[in-house]
């Protein structure tokens, strides 16, 4: 699978670099993301819930920064399993440039990613399309946190991270939502 897409950010070059590399602000911005925990120099372990069609799993695996040029590009090495629903391996290398303004970061990411197991069964279009709708909501969350908003997306993170009443709710519509490739 291999996914390439460019965002506009609504922060300055460094504070974006800043964002990007902050494990609290990643963990609310990752849909099912559960942990992200430094495991040495730009090393993590990382738990998260995907549901991708008939396959909902929860994968645990690390993640590494490699090829680091701040603030400008890095190039991030992941792995995962998720027991029998299968496993995830796979690089992405994003590039920041100051935007059309000085307070905008042009963000353009390639990754490439192989999966296996039951993910692998599923065929590639639902799986390319889950993989699209997971770096949707990445991005919109992102970016709301970056312009330190309250709203859906931050708000949806929070069910997602322990939230009362909305939790439930939460992992439904995040459900139904990836099931809908």
Same mark, same amino acid.
């Given at each position: 699978?291999?996914?390439?897409?460019?965002?506009?950010?609504?922060?300055?070059? $460094? &504070? $974006?670099?800043?964002?990007?590399?902050?494990?609290? =602000?990643?963990?609310?911005?990752?849909?099912?993301?559960?942990?992200?925990?430094?495991?040495?120099?730009?090393?993590?372990? #990382?738990?998260?819930?995907? #549901?991708? +069609?008939?396959?909902?799993?929860?994968?645990?695996? &690390?993640?590494?920064?490699?090829?680091? *040029?701040?603030?400008?590009?890095?190039?991030?090495?992941?792995?995962? %399993? @998720?027991?029998?629903? @299968?496993?995830?391996?796979?690089?992405?290398?994003?590039?920041?440039?100051?935007?059309?303004?000085?307070?905008?970061?042009?963000?353009?990411?390639?990754?490439?990613?192989? #999966?296996?197991?039951?993910?692998?069964? =599923?065929?590639?279009?639902? #799986? *390319?399309?889950?993989?699209?709708? =997971?770096?949707?909501?990445?991005?919109? &969350?992102?970016?709301?946190?970056?312009? +330190?908003?309250?709203?859906?997306?931050?708000?949806?993170? *929070?069910?997602?991270?322990? +939230? *009362?009443?909305?939790?439930? %709710? @939460?992992?439904?519509?995040?459900?139904?939502? =990836?099931?809908?490739?």
């Amino acid at each position: 699978m291999e996914l390439s897409e460019t965002h506009v950010l609504p922060v300055p070059q $460094a &504070r $974006a670099w800043e964002a990007l590399n902050d494990t609290e =602000i990643l963990k609310l911005c990752i849909p099912g993301c559960d942990s992200i925990d430094a495991e040495g120099e730009n090393a993590y372990a #990382v738990a998260m819930t995907a #549901v991708v +069609g008939p396959v909902k799993a929860r994968f645990k695996g &690390r993640m590494e920064l490699t090829n680091i *040029d701040a603030p400008k590009t890095y190039t991030i090495v992941f792995e995962g %399993q @998720g027991g029998a629903a @299968g496993f995830s391996k796979g690089s992405a290398t994003v590039n920041l440039e100051p935007g059309e303004t000085a307070d905008t970061t042009r963000l353009t990411y390639s990754a490439n990613a192989q #999966v296996g197991g039951k993910l692998a069964q =599923i065929g590639s279009r639902l #799986v *390319d399309g889950a993989a699209r709708k =997971i770096a949707g909501e990445f991005f919109k &969350r992102f970016s709301a946190q970056l312009q +330190g908003a309250s709203g859906p997306a931050n708000e949806s993170a *929070d069910a997602e991270n322990g +939230g *009362d009443a909305g939790q439930e %709710q @939460g992992k439904k519509s995040w459900t139904a939502w =990836i099931s809908k490739s």
